[in-house]
């Protein structure tokens, strides 16, 4: 096994079987060795720093109906919010005064959030803090839309792909949803130049190595500047809400093939991967992930936005995150640095 993990180091690439071998049980040793090869990618390219983002949760509407998620549609148990213009700048203010250099604003599809609104409130963000980055969650919209975004000042766009493959996604969401149109969002933002993030949910249910693979094989292509995974968890009021959620160790297999995959790639230990095991961010760091994304939503909304059950930190404040985070972060040997934190291209240079 070990010289198919020197194999995807050395040549960013494994044939369909050996994935497949990577992926299913693997020894100790052989996972102890794959997560050392991802930390010594990791560090010769960002060293031991570790990237914060600060997360603004800033609606939990959504048009959308996907079967995993806690904020669907149809979710009638969940009271909605939305943070006004307002409150989500004094996020910003708080943030960037705990040494926040990237917001990303995440939220469900929520057509109050039209253009016009969004463009204002990057602009005014870029106005406050020329020095910030501004990363959008905001899912599916037009190319029209993406570009309008992205002149407002917009720099990156996370849209996890959730699955690769056609059918799985179609057992993840119901037929309004489409893979294509999906994909074709990715591709539009990479078109449009903005840092791109696209991902997956681990142990999603339905899925299969082959799957997985497939997931491995977009991110060869698509060649995103971000990718974050983290474990599915079921969520109580959902259709999926007795299904099995997905485990540490294949998260951290995952994390480990993916830096070795993508060697400069900005990859977060998720905040899913801290909720199903108590030190699952640490564990994320040492075995290749390089950014962590704490909360800075005001502690009124947290618990609202559930996207799965037992989500942590939903009764922290920002800056009792941030200690608690730096704390963690200085156990694994990282540390945390106040940074844009762009990604860092094949020459060495940072993208802007
Ligand atoms: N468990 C884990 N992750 C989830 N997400 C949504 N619902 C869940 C869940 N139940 C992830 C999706 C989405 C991201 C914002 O959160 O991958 O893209
Ligand atoms: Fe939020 Fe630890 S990261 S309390």
């Keep these: 096994m070990q010289a198919i993990i020197d194999k995807l180091e050395l040549t960013h690439n494994l044939s369909d079987d050996e994935f497949a071998a990577l992926l299913a049980t693997i020894s100790p040793d052989d996972e102890k060795y794959l997560s050392q090869r991802a930390r010594k990618v990791r560090e010769k390219c960002y060293g031991r720093d570790v990237y914060i983002r600060g997360l603004i949760e800033f609606t939990n509407y959504c048009r959308n109906n996907c079967y995993y998620c806690g904020i669907r549609r149809d979710n009638a148990h969940v009271q909605r ?31 109050y959030f039209t253009d016009e609104r969004l463009c204002e409130l990057i602009r005014e963000i870029k106005r406050r803090y020329p020095a910030c980055a501004i990363t959008l969650s905001v899912g599916e919209r037009s190319k029209d839309s993406y570009q309008r975004l992205f002149a407002a000042g917009a720099d990156r766009y996370l849209l996890r792909h959730e699955t690769a493959n056609k059918g799985h996604y179609e057992a993840l969401h119901p037929a309004e949803m489409s893979f294509c149109h999906r994909l074709q969002c990715l591709r539009d933002l990479k078109e449009i130049g903005y840092q791109v993030g696209c991902g997956m949910m681990v142990g999603s249910p339905g899925q299969k190595i082959e799957h997985l693979i497939q997931d491995l094989r977009l991110l060869q292509e698509l060649q995103p500047e971000m990718v974050g995974i983290g474990p599915f968890i079921p969520q109580h009021d959902t259709p999926f809400a007795q299904e099995a959620g997905g485990t540490v160790s294949m998260t951290l297999r995952l994390l480990s093939i993916i830096r070795l995959l993508l060697p400069n790639v900005l990859l977060p230990a998720t905040t899913a991967l801290g909720t199903i095991d108590p030190k699952g961010r640490e564990k994320g760091l040492l075995a290749g992930a390089n950014v962590l994304m704490p909360n800075l939503s005001p502690t009124e909304v947290r618990k609202k936005y559930a996207l799965y059950d037992h989500k942590i930190c939903t009764g922290e404040e920002a800056a009792e995150c941030i200690r608690c985070l730096a704390a963690r972060v200085e156990s694994t040997g990282y540390k945390i640095v106040v940074s844009r934190g762009d990604h860092i291209d094949k020459e060495g240079t940072k993208i802007r």
Aim: overall charge negative.
């Design 81 to 111: 919010y939305r943070l006004t213009a307002g409150q989500i700048l004094s996020c910003c203010d708080s943030g960037y005064q705990l040494g926040f250099r990237t917001f990303v604003l995440q939220g469900g599809e929520d057509a």
